[in-house]
């Protein structure tokens, strides 16, 4: 059963400048969630910080560069070049 997320509430950037540690307090104890308005335009969220997805690791976009390298390496009797290969895989 996926977890319900809270509603995020709308604050504009001068309540923000005037009640920030309000808000963090709301955040880091109520996991709040704030869209940051400039002008009635949305601009920015704050968020509890185990909220955030996970940034992919660099290691892990490396390996399968290498992967990659290895599998082109091995067909040797493949006539396309490594970067027409690539390029072909990125479309």
């Known amino acids: 059963m996926a977890r319900k997320q ?17 808000v963090v307090r709301a955040v ?3 996991r709040a969630r704030y869209v940051i308005t400039q ?3 949305p601009v920015a969220v704050i968020i509890p910080m ?7 690791n660099n290691g892990e976009a490396l390996e399968k560069m290498m992967e990659i390298r290895r599998k082109l390496s091995k ?5 396309k070049s490594s970067v027409d290969i690539l390029s072909e895989m990125r479309r």
Do not use: T
């Open 50 to 56: 185990d909220a955030m997805l996970p940034e992919k």
């Open 6 to 22: 809270k509603k995020m509430e709308e604050i504009g950037i001068r309540e923000l400048k005037a009640h920030a540690s309000d």
């Open 75 to 79: 067909s040797k009797q493949n006539k």
């Open 39 to 41: 002008r009635g335009v």
């Open 28 to 30: 880091k104890e109520q």
